[in-house]
């Protein structure tokens, strides 16, 4: 007489919800843009736009950030959200940017020659904010706006810029509104007569200008292509920030 082992056979039923259920978990991850807003589903769950803006560009791509110890450049991919009519129109810009296995993103610094530092709340999340003035001429949106004035002068911008890590730091939301800077101003820390409160009512404006929630459970038919009009080449550290090597992948 054979008598039955303790061990009780794995019902195929069984195994197939287990594998499906994994299979739902590794699928979940989405990333894309839903009409008009960035959507991510996870690391971090998230719902990005610039409200009353039409949206210029969409999509994500590649770029190579430098002055890592990776040959050519640490690559990293970038989904982007381009808001704005072009020209001297107010432009606005929502991106992710997750850094390969094996790296983080570093603090979050401020920008050369940068105002107002601090922490802004969208969301119930707080992100370092600060604002400055750039030259859009080797800036990776630089193409989508008035760069040059007619004399050939260099148009500068102002911009107030929002940031946050997620996922240990592998992940991270930037936020952009940016204004053509009037003439009068040459610098954001002595303002000319008439330009006192120029600051306060632009930072409102950038404030006002983005809705951060939560993302759909199940987006539909997100638009996951390559973005157009964006130049890569420019897209560095100055945008994204820096990145180190991850001591968690590191072995002894």
């Known amino acids: 007489m054979v008598r039955e082992s303790g061990l009780k056979p794995v019902k195929p039923l069984a195994a197939l919800v287990v594998l499906l259920s994994l299979a739902g978990c590794m699928g ?18 998230i719902m990005l736009e610039a409200k009353n803006m039409p949206l210029m560009a969409a999509g994500q791509g590649i770029c190579n950030l430098m002055w890592t110890d990776m040959l050519g450049g640490l690559p990293i991919q970038v989904w982007l959200g381009i808001y704005g009519e072009g020209g001297l129109a107010p432009m606005a810009i929502v991106a992710q940017a997750q850094t390969p296995e094996g790296w983080h993103w570093d603090g979050i610094l401020r920008r050369p020659f940068s105002v107002d530092e601090g922490v802004e709340v969208f969301n119930g999340v707080g992100y370092q904010a600060c604002t400055f003035i750039i030259n859009p001429a080797h800036d990776p949106f630089g193409a989508l706006v008035t760069a040059t004035l007619p004399d050939g002068q260099p148009q500068m911008w102002v911009v107030r810029a929002y ?8 992940d991270k939301i930037i936020m952009e509104y940016r204004e053509p ?7 954001l820390t002595a303002m000319p007569l008439g330009y006192g409160d120029f600051l306060q009512k632009f930072e409102q404006r950038a404030r006002d200008s983005f809705a951060v929630a939560n993302p759909p459970k199940n987006p539909q038919n997100l638009n996951t292509g390559y973005i157009r009009g964006v130049e890569w080449q420019y897209m560095g550290q100055q945008f994204l920030g820096s990145a180190s090597p991850d001591i968690r992948y590191n072995t002894f």
């Open 181 to 187: 800077l009037p003439a009068a101003i040459q610098s």
């Open 163 to 170: 940031a946050a890590r997620f996922n240990f730091n592998d």
């Open 28 to 45: 979940a991850l989405q990333r894309g843009m839903d009409g008009n807003a960035y959507i991510s589903t996870a690391r971090p769950a």
